[in-house]
């Protein structure tokens, strides 16, 4: 089980210092894979907060060469050397805000990859897509051609979040027996590209407008592995989360 938390573009950085420091002591102990996610300039600081403890690092993005005039990128050393573990990849508001192609984002998770960190790899459709009957045919696509050029050593680094785009901050939550078929699909694909001992180690999280009220019945789904959370990773809601999973495992 994981749980990360995408602060997206959020907190000073005394506030995300002071949060920290409070997780770290209310997370102690943990029997589970939590992650933060914060925006890049906080990285370093909360890189020293985090020593010792059972949290890791995350980042929300990278890009996919290692140095070069790329004004206002990140490279996955720099990233690396701080510490980082995880980089969430191909998030949807990058693909719609910030026009991230399939072939951007697969090279992205090579890059984190050939770096040592596991890329959260975020699929998922949107509404009208949902409503078009075309979930299925979305995310396999993205899924097929995110992982293109991956082998079996590969598959048991990443992590698969799948965030349904009409439910990210919309308030709207997929239904567990909704997000446990998609889950279930992702699985039976990975199967189909790799093998079954590989589709059961690779983690698929769940994303989108996940609260502690809805978060139980979606983390008992069996092939839901944990959550990637927005909003509710900014304030105490991610401890009341983390409790859940803890009472799962």
Known sequence: MILAGNW???????????????????????????????PFVFLSDIAEILK????????QNCYYEKSGAF??????????????????IGHSERRHIFGETDEMINKKIKAVLNSGMKPIICIGET????????TFCVVESQLRQALFGLNRDDIDQIVIAYEPVWAIGTGIVAKPNQAQ?????????????????????????????IKPDNFFGLMVQPDIDGGLVGGASLDDQFIELAKIISGLI
Do not use: W
């Open 127 to 134: 509404k009208e897509e949902r409503e078009k009957g075309l």
């Open 8 to 38: 997206k573009m959020n907190k000073t950085n005394e506030q995300a210092k002071f949060f920290v420091n409070k997780l770290v002591q209310d997370l102690a102990g943990m029997g589970f894979q939590i992650v933060l996610c914060p």
């Open 181 to 209: 078929e998609v889950h279930k699909f992702i699985r039976e694909l990975l199967e189909q590209l790799y093998d079954q001992e590989s589709a059961q180690k690779v983690p698929i999280l769940y994303g989108g407008s």
């Open 52 to 59: 010792g403890s059972n949290l890791h690092l995350g980042a």
């Open 71 to 88: 004004t206002g990128e990140i490279s996955p050393l720099m990233l690396k050397e701080l510490g980082v573990k995880y980089v969430i």
